[in-house]
């Protein structure tokens, strides 16, 4: 079986593991204890806090961690608008976001009566600096743009979009979950004041991730009672998994620039091959500026379902673009926003990599796709 929706999940590194291990036996304490078995435990998870920010180049108290990404980024997005009304009530973000930023950002439309401003993206999904400048209003209190997105791959150019909402004084937030690992991740490099990341999309386990949020920008919790994380998420922390969190983005991090560019190059000649020998396909999300891992493609006239369920037959299993849509009869809203027309964007079919992934795979893999729409499209 060949395993291309690494953008789903990834499997736990065996280094990740290793690294969790002491923390889920020996050091088994509960960290927010005084006692000696707490304050072992307390260690291992400051240790990992340090090693994190030492990565986005933040301070060890500006990382709060939580369940995953999507609890990160409604941690973002409300907890920062919410911090912030006294000053305004309007919110810019993107009409591409993953669910969590979205739903988020709808919620506060609806209970707060926050207004909401969607950049326009192209049809490769990229935002122009200067059309996200002008969404910019003195009473913004937020913008949240994602760093790269899980359905197609495309990156954002987050450094420009960072320095229009600096000059307007608006704090930006980016969904980091799916560019962790593959672009670097520093915060004034990206020039954002929020960030968010998964752990299960790194090689760490499931039910881990966190946000990285400067000290000056306000944020109400969400989640209430015992004061962890500096009273900003309470919850007795999950030690052992902010442990493996902080050990598979150092291993990411330190792998990535040679990472980046090998799988990337891979992924060109992939994507050529589909384009070649597919009749009618199209490659969805930008050429150029998008994450090396991200395959996407459309195949007009089948159906998306039916290209995966032929593709799984032959051994390759991906995804139609998002784990949430996938099984679902609704076209993406990603690519509705990006003008596909319905019946189009229901011929989706995502192939994400590993950094492990190899030629003779992504051979395999071609072969597999073009047999697999060619069986359907002779069905139809
Ligand atoms: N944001 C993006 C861009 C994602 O791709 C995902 C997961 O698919 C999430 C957020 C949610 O992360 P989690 O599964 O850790 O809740």
Redesign the pocket.
């Known amino acids: 079986m060949l395993y291309l929706d690494n953008?789903?999940t990834t499997p736990v590194r065996r280094e990740v593991l290793e690294a969790m291990w002491p923390y889920l036996t020996g050091t088994f304490g509960n960290p927010s204890s005084h006692h000696t078995v707490g304050e072992a435990a307390a260690a291992g998870l400051q240790d990992a806090r340090r090693r994190i920010a030492r990565v986005l180049g933040v301070r060890a108290g500006d990382v709060v961690f939580t369940s995953?990404?999507?609890?990160a980024?409604n941690l973002a997005v409300k907890g920062i608008a919410l911090a912030s009304m006294s000053r305004g009530r309007h919110l810019v973000t993107s009409p591409i976001e993953?669910e969590?930023?979205a739903e988020s950002v709808d919620y506060l439309r609806r209970l707060h009566g926050f207004e909401v401003t969607e950049v326009p993206v192209d049809r490769a999904g990229r935002i122009a600096p200067e059309d996200f400048a002008s969404t910019l209003r003195p009473d913004t209190v937020l913008a949240s743009i994602?760093a790269a997105?899980?359905e197609i791959g495309t990156v954002q150019d987050l450094t420009a979009l960072g320095a229009a909402a600096r000059s307007a004084g608006v704090p930006l937030h980016t969904?980091a979950?799916?560019a962790a690992g593959w672009i670097p991740l520093g915060l004034d490099r990206l020039g954002v004041d929020a960030l968010?990341v998964?752990?299960?999309?790194l090689g760490a386990p499931?039910g881990i991730?966190f946000l990285a949020v400067r000290g000056a920008i306000p944020l109400e919790p969400l989640v209430h009672g015992g004061g962890q994380e500096r009273g900003r998420r309470s919850g007795t922390e999950n030690v052992a998994a902010a442990i493996g969190l902080a050990t598979a983005l150092e291993l990411a991090t330190a792998e990535q620039p040679e990472a980046a560019g090998r799988v990337a190059a891979l992924r060109d000649e992939f994507i050529a091959r589909v384009l070649q020998n597919v009749p009618g396909a199209q490659l969805t999300g930008d050429p150029g500026h998008r994450l090396p891992g991200i395959a996407s493609f459309v195949f007009p006239g089948t159906s998306g379902e039916a290209v995966l369920l032929e593709l799984e037959r032959r051994g390759v299993v991906s995804s139609s673009g998002?784990?949430c849509a996938a099984g679902s009869d609704e076209p993406s809203a990603v690519l509705l926003a990006l003008g596909l027309p319905p019946e189009v964007a229901q011929t989706a079919v995502r192939f994400s990599f590993s950094a492990a992934v190899t030629a003779a795979e992504l051979d395999q893999a071609a072969s597999a796709v073009v047999a697999s729409v060619a069986a359907v499209a002779g069905l139809g």
């Open positions: 953008a789903a995953g990404g999507t609890e980024d993953h969590a930023v994602m997105n899980n969904d979950v799916q968010s998964s752990g299960h999309k499931k991730g998002s784990a």
